[in-house]
């Protein structure tokens, strides 16, 4: 579960250090296809658990990382 973002990571860091454009290209390749492989991974699994995903509701709260609360709570 770790390994994709490091490897997202390594790859921004490796884009960063790059001063060919046909290296920055392939390694924005291979950083789109990291970005994709849960939802390739998600594709292949059964259908009633597509099924019982489609029945949750996704509900975002309050944001709690804003400045002045990381400081309170510091």
């Known amino acids: 579960m770790i ?4 490897t997202e990571i390594v790859l ?3 884009i960063s250090q790059t001063k060919e454009l046909s290296m920055i290209i392939k390694s ?4 789109g296809f990291v970005i994709k492989i ?3 991974f998600s ?3 059964p259908e009633e658990i597509h099924d019982s995903f489609k029945l ?3 509900v ?3 944001d709690k990382n804003t400045y002045a609360k990381i ?4």
């Open 3 to 6: 390994s994709p973002f490091f």
């Open 71 to 74: 400081w309170r709570r510091f």
């Open 12 to 14: 921004i860091l490796a």
């Open 56 to 58: 949750w509701k996704l």
């Open 28 to 31: 924005f390749v291979a950083l």
């Open 43 to 45: 594709a292949n699994f």
């Open 60 to 62: 975002i709260g309050d």
């Open 38 to 40: 849960d939802d390739m």
